[in-house]
């Protein structure tokens, strides 16, 4: 059942027999998926007509606050020289978004080059610069629209650079850090920044229906709910565009290190100090977490099961003939201590989400702080061979 | 030869293209080129917002058939701007709207085979979207085909964007020519050196040598700007000429804009 439902009178709803979500065959996820890999990887630049006016005027205002802080930082800390500093850097993430970077299996995509400009520069300065290339992007090519200006600076400026100068700090702290764990953090950075991003991207079409739709229930912008939005963005992205944003932080990362090692110092330099750098990225990264856990309850508007976590009675819902044995006795196997992200002692819908999702984000940090822990103890003797 | 390194080359190439294009046009004498830059930017985001708000097709039609005429009107090639919005709006905007409609709920209009049916509310979906981002993209298409780019960076100004922003937006433009250049002498000379087929990896590293330099260059080319700027007098703001006189004529292209515009929002609502 699709998320606009409620909004057809009944009468129409009795005339439509065909519930075409649930039903949808295979085929038809599988070329959408497709279609969505060739085409979401192209770049992630929302245009105009996907958004309404609405949405658009909300992400922009939700950009503005880090424009201030970027421009603002820029002109505390690198006065008169920012202007050109932040120019070369727009240009050169324009240009580097036209850089096809192949993978591995023959196919090619574009990164957008804004993990690495939050590395080397720093998540605010490169706010600004991103933005700047976005901006000049919508206006002189259309690329992305221009009402979408904020959604697009917001998704693409601001989420990617916070995000992944986060998960490159916390990973590369300190200045013993070896060259290959830097490489490592840096192309770890932009997967999960651009990922998150798509996330981001794909939650902002996902509402569109709900919120926006023609009394007959026709979605006047985006036309799909988040069930289809979501994994529709976010598995291209994990498979192939996420990738190519590693690969080429990562590359360029390394190509710096071995050539030019002190520009990423300098980066890192640019700041009042790279550890404080490093706290307040962290702290920016739980910001975005909770930010999360708060919409969480945005789930509730997405109908059905997300695409890929069928149970049992699902799949057979689904229209698949016979369940496979092996799921069937699989699945008992493991009860999942909050099943179907649902405290049953709790009546509240909303609020046990967001509490789920607060003991979900509890769980990945330990077993990530665990992992860390881990690399960070074999460190010392990885360097002595 | 690698398909990789071939495609970058053609598309750095098509950008350039692209860009002298508008250059040319915003030169030649038409209606859109007499009005006032400022209110030009004002008027063309008031007609996208139109387009973006209007919940009726012919509306939004009606707007299209707009944005036809003025192009017509102003010495824009008719044929390249229907066929630079509708080759690629379609392409990306028709394959992803497509599913919807099937997927999206609805009476009937036409059965498929395997079970599957195209809704009324499907089609309606499928066509707002593409009319609406085909709308959208000639609308803001329009403006810059017929302003000069200093002009209209300058016009930014009224809409409170910080002089310090367009300031950078200058130079960022500026840039992204030499910039342009250097990735393609780059990539050109990797090319002529090339004999055989590379493997992926080789690739891969290839291309992030190449944005590697290009980082490097582009730090140490802000340096130099920077020194430049300073060994002229920069002193922290940049000045723009002062912008021209508002005329009636562009009174009256605003006025009729926001009547279009309301009339187009307002419309069976």
């Known amino acids: ?385 | 030869m690698s398909r990789a390194l071939e495609r970058s080359l053609g598309e750095i190439g098509a950008r350039l293209e692209q860009s002298l294009f508008a250059e040319e046009v915003s030169r030649r004498a038409g209606l859109l080129q007499s009005l006032d830059p400022r209110v030009k930017v004002v008027t063309t985001l008031a007609l996208i917002v139109a387009a973006n708000l209007a919940r009726r097709a012919p509306a939004i039609a009606g707007l299209y058939l707009l944005a036809l005429l003025l192009a017509w009107a102003s010495a824009v090639p008719l044929g390249l701007f229907v066929r630079r919005v509708w080759l690629a709006v379609p392409l990306f905007t028709g394959l992803v709207a497509l599913p919807a409609l099937v997927l999206t709920p609805g009476p009937v209009l036409a059965q498929l085979p395997l079970g599957l049916a195209v809704t009324r509310t499907g089609a309606v979906t499928v066509l707002l979207l593409l009319l609406r981002v085909g709308t959208s993209v000639s609308l803001g298409l329009l403006l810059v085909l017929t302003t000069p780019w200093p002009a209209l960076l300058r016009a930014l100004t009224v809409l409170r964007v910080p002089d310090t922003l367009v300031l950078i937006v200058g130079m960022t433009y500026r840039y992204i020519y030499v910039l342009l250049r250097l990735a393609n002498d780059m990539f050109l000379s990797r090319k002529s050196r090339v004999v055989s087929r590379l493997s992926a990896a080789r690739e891969r590293q290839m291309q992030g040598a190449i944005a590697g330099t290009l980082l490097a260059r582009s730090l140490h080319t802000s340096g130099e700007v920077y020194l430049t700027m300073q060994s002229r007098g920069f002193r922290g703001y940049g000045q723009t000429l002062r912008p021209g006189r508002v005329t009636w004529r562009d009174c009256l292209w605003a006025a009729a804009v926001a009547l279009v515009a309301a009339l187009a929002v307002l419309v069976a609502r």
Not at chain 1, 312 to 339: H, K, M, N
Not at chain 1, 364 to 383: C, I, K, M
């Open chain 1, 1 to 385: 059942m699709a998320g606009y439902e409620p909004s057809l009178s009944p009468k129409e709803a009795q005339v439509d027999t065909y519930s075409p979500l649930a039903r949808a065959p295979r085929w038809l996820k599988v070329y959408y998926g497709l279609a969505a890999v060739v085409l979401f990887t192209t770049g992630m630049h929302v245009p105009d007509g996907y958004l309404s006016p609405v949405t658009c005027a909300v992400m922009f205002a939700l950009a503005l606050p880090f424009w201030v802080l970027g421009l603002r930082r820029v002109r505390e800390t690198l006065s008169a020289r920012s202007a050109p500093l932040i120019a070369l850097m727009a240009a050169f993430s324009f240009v580097i978004m036209m850089f096809n970077v192949p993978l591995p299996g023959g196919t090619t995509g574009h990164a957008t080059g804004a993990a690495l400009a939050a590395i080397v520069l720093g998540p605010e300065v490169a706010a600004i610069a991103v933005s700047v290339a976005l901006l000049i992007q919508a206006l002189l090519f259309g690329d992305g629209g221009i009402l979408a200006i904020g959604a697009n600076c917001f998704n693409i400026a601001v989420v990617i650079p916070f995000v992944s100068a986060a998960v490159y700090r916390w990973l590369a702290s300190g200045a013993s850090s070896s060259a290959r764990r830097r490489v490592a953090a840096a192309a770890l950075g932009g997967y999960v920044g651009l990922t998150v991003a798509a996330f981001l991207t794909a939650v902002e079409f996902g509402i569109q229906p709900a919120l926006f739709h023609a009394a007959d229930g026709a979605p006047l912008y985006a036309p799909y709910p988040l069930a289809v939005a979501i994994p529709a963005m976010v598995i291209p992205h994990l498979l192939v565009a996420s990738v190519v944003e590693a690969a080429l932080t990562g590359l360029v990362v390394a190509y710096l290190l071995r050539i030019n090692p002190q520009l990423l110092r300098a980066g890192e330099g640019a700041q009042p100090a790279a550890e404080a750098g490093g706290r307040r990225g962290l702290r920016v990264l739980w910001l975005v977490l909770a930010a999360l856990v708060v919409a969480a309850p945005l789930g509730l508007l997405a109908p059905g099961t997300a695409w890929g976590e069928w149970g049992a009675e699902e799949l057979a819902e689904l229209g698949l003939g016979a369940v496979p044995r092996g799921l069937e006795r699989l699945g008992a196997l493991w009860g999942a201590p909050l099943p179907d992200y649902d405290l049953p002692s709790l009546g509240n819908a909303g609020l046990s989400y967001v509490l789920s999702a607060v003991i979900g984000v509890a769980v990945t940090v330990l077993v990530v702080w665990l992992f860390a822990a881990l690399l960070a103890s074999r460190r010392p003797a990885e360097g002595s061979r």
